[in-house]
């Protein structure tokens, strides 16, 4: 798993970094089923052009090698909205669950049935 961090305005303490790190641990094992080591670019920062007080805006991308998935949460919590993230998007990376392998048998099938089609019989 590779995190890339990117904060604005914001102080960073390694104990927030390990805590992102223990989150995205099962974000990861969902998404090794693409076969490869996901990439995680990680960026937050607080938000200044409203009158609530702090809010803090993240957007977390998950590269893998055959999907992508972008979330972005705003909440004046940093660590419930990175706990709401990291669930969404397990919940991201489960939903097509077989369907890749599915739509290649399905191909497999149709390009078998063609080939007898093709062959003369004796």
Known sequence: ??????????????????YIIQRFEKVARAAERYDGDPLFEFSAHRVTQHREGDVFEITVT???????????????????????????????????????IERWRRAARKFKEILLRQTPKE
Not at 1 to 18: C, E, G, H, P
Not at 73 to 100: C, N, S
């Open 62 to 100: 998950v590269r893998a090698p055959r999907k992508i998935c972008v979330n972005t949460e705003r909440a004046a919590d940093m660590y419930f909205a990175i706990d709401k993230i990291a669930l969404e998007l397990v919940r991201q990376l489960e939903q097509g669950k077989g369907k890749p």
């Open 1 to 18: 798993m590779r995190i890339k961090f990117s904060f604005r305005k914001i102080n960073v303490t390694q104990a927030l970094k390990d």
